[in-house]
């Protein structure tokens, strides 16, 4: 099966993420993220070094799985360098992260590789997918918050790895947070406090010479402007080049702006009435995943190592 379908497995169930660079080619850690956290404080977001961790937890538990159904499986380990995962969902962003890395966009396309298929060979092997993936007769479906859905295949190893690494209630739980955090961002978004700052950081934008000529009505904008420009760019090194360069002086600017506005006490302020609202009667489905989450990370480091928080 190509390593697209596997990654999307599991992603599908684990919400876990690949990881970019910087625009001078390192590998530098974030700057200190802006406060306040994602949603629920980020109980359903894992920084690069614990996706890592778990990732390979997990892809060594699908091959045991594999191996007791008579099939070989080779773990594939997460890919490290994109900067873009940890990105504020509000995008709020401070100044030392943009002198550090922009937007993480440049950095991350220089950094992204095509991932290497390690079970290439099994693409034609219906029952190889099926031990690994599961089938429609096992499917089991979870009624979610907000009118969501989801589903998985209890027979796969991919659900028997998440399972003994997470815990059998993991998959509800993450993905009920999941959708609550979903409807909390969307409901800081549309408040009028942030509304109000947004006006105000793009007044600030059209003052800022970096920001000239660009994009800057919505939050947003000047991240798609990089991404159309590094698009353009293609391969050319001295275009690509040149994009970074635009990225680090706009998102400064940006930066600036937000921290002139206010934005990340706005946000922090919105959202934790949103979490008050979309996430009543949710206070012991929330410490459960908590729980089964700090478990999950000491079991992928059984060194004992604590695998730091993003």
């Known amino acids: 099966m190509s390593s697209r379908t596997r990654t999307a497995a599991v992603a599908l169930l684990l919400g876990l993420g690949a990881a970019g660079c910087s625009t001078s080619g390192g590998t530098a850690a974030p700057g200190p993220a802006p406060l306040p956290a994602r949603p629920f404080q980020g109980v359903t977001h ?4 614990q996706r890592v961790a778990l990732r390979a937890a997990e892809e060594d538990l699908v091959a045991a799985c594999m191996k007791r159904r008579g099939f070989t499986y080779r773990p594939q380990r997460l890919a490290t360098g994109n900067r873009m995962v940890d990105a504020s969902p509000y995008g709020l962003l401070t100044v030392p992260q943009a002198i550090d890395d922009g937007y993480g966009i440049t950095s991350t396309a220089l950094a992204a590789k095509p991932p290497v298929d390690a079970n290439a060979a099994e693409n034609a092997n219906e029952r190889w997918k099926a031990a690994l993936l599961g089938t429609p007769a096992h499917r089991v479906n979870l009624a979610m918050p907000q ?3 989801f589903f998985y295949h209890a027979d796969s190893c991919v659900a028997e790895a998440n399972s003994r690494l997470y815990g059998p209630d993991y998959y509800k739980l993450f993905n009920t947070f999941q959708v609550l955090a979903d409807a909390v961002v969307e409901q800081v978004r549309k408040d009028d406090r942030y509304l109000a700052a947004q006006r105000a950081w793009s007044g600030c934008m059209k003052e800022a010479d970096a920001a000239a000529g660009v994009k800057a009505g919505t939050f947003g904008e000047p991240r798609s402007t990089v991404d159309r420009r590094l698009q353009e760019a293609g391969q050319d090194p001295a275009k690509i080049h040149e994009v970074a360069g635009v990225e680090l ?14 934005l990340a006490e706005v946000v922090a302020t919105a959202q934790s009435e949103a979490e008050r609202t ?9 410490a459960a995943l908590r729980s089964l989450r700090e478990k999950a990370l000491a079991t992928a480091r059984p060194d004992g190592v604590t695998v730091a928080d993003g």
């Open 278 to 286: 979309v996430g009543a009667g949710y206070a012991d489905e929330l």
């Open 147 to 149: 009118g969501r859905e």
């Open 249 to 262: 002086k706009l998102s400064r600017a940006d930066a600036e702006c937000q921290a002139r506005v206010g």
């Open 46 to 49: 894992y920084s690069e070094p």
